[in-house]
């Protein structure tokens, strides 16, 4: 079993940054996948970034490459997204989600599917 609780959201304008933070309970934290998703009002819940488990592989939506960082701390059981240069299309809910997954390809690990537990979102208000 594994909790997850983020922080870090917040109301921001466009172009400044936000670092969000998961925490996760269990002493197997290393051994999940980690991913960040996101929900905008009226929309599906959609992939923002992954990092497996193991080797530090990242995988990031193409709307965000180049912007966002996912980085994990497995010794503080915390998984991160540096958030930059936000742009209001950025506004939504950010989920935490860990899942065990231990393919290598990234359609497992931009899949909601592929994850076993979430927490329950914080809010990013990105204004112009």
């Known amino acids: 079993q594994v909790q997850l609780v983020e922080s870090g959201g917040g109301l921001v304008q466009a172009g400044g940054s936000l670092r969000l933070s998961c925490a996760a309970s269990?002493?197997?934290?290393?051994?999940?996948?980690m991913a960040w998703f996101r929900q905008g009002p009226g929309t599906e819940r959609e992939f923002v970034a992954a990092?497996?488990?193991?080797?530090?592989?990242?995988y990031y939506a193409d709307s965000v490459k180049g912007r966002f960082t996912i980085s994990r701390d497995n010794a503080k059981n915390t998984v991160y997204l540096q958030m930059n240069s936000l742009k209001p299309e950025d506004t939504a809910v950010y989920y935490c989600a860990a899942g065990r997954i231990d393919y290598i390809g990234r359609s497992y690990y931009t899949s909601r599917y592929q994850y076993d537990y979430w927490g329950q979102g914080t809010q990013v208000t990105v204004s112009s």
């Open positions: 269990g002493r197997t934290f290393s051994r999940y996948a």
């Open positions: 990092i497996r488990w193991i080797g530090g592989t990242t």
